[in-house]
């Protein structure tokens, strides 16, 4: 995309917008994967830290997605 442009947040969603370089999405060493424990079950979830920025669930998931099927080798 290139500006301009405008963005409708959804409040409920996502506190803010903000670029990050495909790049970073694209290299592994940006890739982290955490637990917890919620009701009494371990979850796991996807997260990519960007500058200020945690990046994690559906968006983090979404992006690893994105990088798994970009960087898969043709079949």
Do not use: C
């Amino acid at each position: 995309m290139h500006p301009p442009f405008e963005l409708q947040l959804d409040a409920f969603e996502v506190a803010e917008a903000f670029e990050v370089p495909l790049g970073h999405f694209l290299d592994p060493a940006n890739h982290q994967r955490y637990s917890l424990v919620h009701e009494g079950r371990e979850r796991h979830f996807h997260a990519m830290p960007y500058k200020d920025y945690f990046i994690w669930g559906a968006t983090a998931g979404i992006l690893m997605s994105l990088y798994r099927l970009l960087r898969e080798p043709e079949r």
